[in-house]
């Protein structure tokens, strides 16, 4: 063993220490004693120890289920430890304990430089500290402790490597630090190896994580992390084995600040990606078999370690799947078209719905546009509502629901009910479908035609003023613009929000939902009616005529 001298002379004057601190604190001496008498009711015994002095002893020390070991007359080996007034302060047990620990250095004196111990620390002095193994003493000076003085060492479990023996002072010398460096150092080695040779090596595991695996390869932990046990990517470690199970690895990194040893289990087999990179292509069909469900998509296999990864978007053309369960079973075989190769990455996307027949294409094959369908509310938003029919989604907004300008969707439907509706547009390039529901309902403006002509005179409240013109609202909700051209004789600048106004209907248009107005055509039809009046009356003067209409 590699020691040096200072480090021995260092150990000695310790023990030195030691030794004076204990013969310091107890007169320990081991002497033959007879029990003289024993005391059952105070628990002791009283032992003849020589010069006519007696020591107590508590039965505890001498007694077995309750049998005591001596009986007054027998002989027995005592240490005595001190004394208190003027009584010497024996033990059975000290003798039996530093018995344990002669035996130790008789058996270990010439060859103890492998022993490791597992000691607790039960006292400490000016020196160093007391360690107890097996009822075995050690001592171990405060250098060689490698961790900081407290009192809260007291108790502290510690393993610790025996550095020295002397057999005449009956001292076990044990050094912490030097085990730590030692196993350092034998780390040390096994890394370098691992990482300079690029070789594998079996090692045991020790530990199974959530994200890996520790396993034990020669005296030093390594982590086999989820990403690196298979091909497939990241697995659950508990799935495929249990702790003390034998497993070959290659080492890929070592952090030498966080002294983090990275390990491989895929690393040490062939990559199956290589045969994927060359006999797969994008859009190829393959078969492969459903491993594992979750929420967001299926897992599955293709053989060979290799797993692909089938999304929920590409489960079926249908945009509403909430559980891939309700398409696909673990175990069931399916035929996929590849969508992505990424050997770098080793992932591998594939679809399923690309295989199957589009609802768009079916729905242009049986609709077109105008057609009336019957559909099913499936979602409202704020801006309208979504309507399934055969499968595909179409937009009915807002604006299509009503003639009502201020009635929305969400007002008059809910999801599931049934709604008749008109095909108002496809768009097969963004594969999107418009839906209309008021052009199936009579509109005000149809209604409004049915009574009122083109020249009639109606009456309205100014709903909005425009740079352009003026909104009216006429009966039954209708709106109608008249053009800032169509305002004279009067002026724009003399009207304001709310105020009636009167005007003739100009033009009517059904189809495109529109109605205009004209104050200036109601200027020149009463212009029309009073000349008319006047070529009816000829009893009245054009003068008269006039001048009645302006009072």
């Known amino acids: 063993m590699a020691f040096d001298n200072e480090s021995f002379e260092e150990e000695e004057n310790f023990a030195e220490m030691f030794a004076a601190s204990e013969k310091q604190q107890e007169t320990s001496r081991i002497v033959e004693g007879e029990v003289v008498e024993i005391q059952a009711d105070e628990n002791r015994a009283l032992v003849g120890v020589g010069d006519k002095l007696e020591g107590i002893l508590s039965l505890d020390e001498i007694s077995e ?185 290659k080492a890929i990194s070592y952090d030498k600040d966080k002294r983090h040893l990275s390990l491989s289990i895929k690393a040490v087999q062939s990559d199956p990606w290589a045969e994927v990179e060359s006999e797969l292509d994008e859009g190829d069909t393959i078969t492969v078999t459903v491993s594992n469900i979750e929420a967001y998509g299926v897992f599955v296999d293709l053989g060979n370690d290799i797993e692909g990864f089938l999304h929920i978007s590409e489960i079926s053309w249908d945009k509403n799947v909430k559980n891939p369960n309700d398409y696909l079973t673990v175990g069931q075989e399916i035929d ?68 009502d300008k201020n009635v929305r969707c969400k007002d008059v439907l809910k999801t599931g009910d049934e709604v008749e509706v008109k095909i108002a547009k496809i768009n097969p390039e963004d594969q999107k479908i418009s839906l209309n529901r008021k052009a199936l309902l009579e509109s005000p403006i149809d209604s409004f035609s049915k009574s009122h002509k083109v020249n009639s005179v109606v009456s309205g409240t100014i709903r909005d003023i425009k740079d352009f013109g003026v909104f009216v609202s006429l009966e039954d909700g209708v709106d109608a613009l008249i053009r800032d051209e169509d305002l004279s004789p009067l002026q724009k600048s003399d009207l304001e929000v709310g105020q009636q106004i009167e005007a003739a209907i100009a033009v009517i248009d059904t189809r495109r939902d529109r109605i205009r107005l004209s104050v200036k055509k109601l200027d020149y039809i009463k212009n029309q009616a009073m000349l008319d009046e006047i070529n009816d009356d000829e009893s009245h003067s054009l003068g008269d005529l006039i001048k009645d209409k302006f009072k």
Request: net charge neutral; proline share 2%.
């Open 336 to 403: 996929v078209e590849v969508i992505e190769i990424n050997p770098k990455t080793h992932k591998l996307r594939v679809s399923l719905k690309r295989l199957l027949a589009k609802p768009f294409d079916e729905f242009m094959k049986k609709h077109n546009e105008g057609d009336v369908i019957t559909g099913t509310v499936t979602s409202l938003t704020d801006f309208g509502a979504f309507v399934r029919i055969d499968g595909i989604e179409g937009l009915l907004h807002n604006q299509d629901i009503s003639w």
């Open 65 to 249: 289920n309750g049998v005591l070991k001596f009986n007054v007359g027998d002989k027995i080996k005592v240490m005595v430890t001190g004394y208190y007034n003027e009584r010497p302060k024996i033990s059975y047990k000290k003798v039996l304990e530093q018995q344990k620990t002669i035996d130790f250095i008789d058996k270990h004196k010439e060859n103890f430089e492998d022993i490791i111990i597992d000691g607790v620390i039960t006292k400490k002095n000016r020196g160093g500290y007391v360690v107890e193994a097996d009822d075995v003493t050690f001592f171990m000076p405060r250098s060689l402790a490698a961790f900081k003085d407290t009192d809260e060492v007291l108790g502290r479990k510690i393993k610790a490597q025996v550095v020295k023996i002397d057999a005449e002072q009956n001292s076990i010398v044990v050094s912490r630090r030097k085990l730590f460096n030692d196993e350092r150092k034998k780390k040390k080695e096994i890394i370098d190896k691992l990482m300079e040779d690029d070789t594998t090596i079996e090692g045991t595991i020790k530990k199974i994580t959530s994200y890996g695996m520790f396993v034990d390869v020669g005296g030093v932990d390594g982590l086999v992390h989820y990403n690196e046990i298979s091909y497939k990517g990241p697995v659950n470690p508990s799935k495929l084995y249990k702790e003390g199970d034998a497993v070959t690895v």
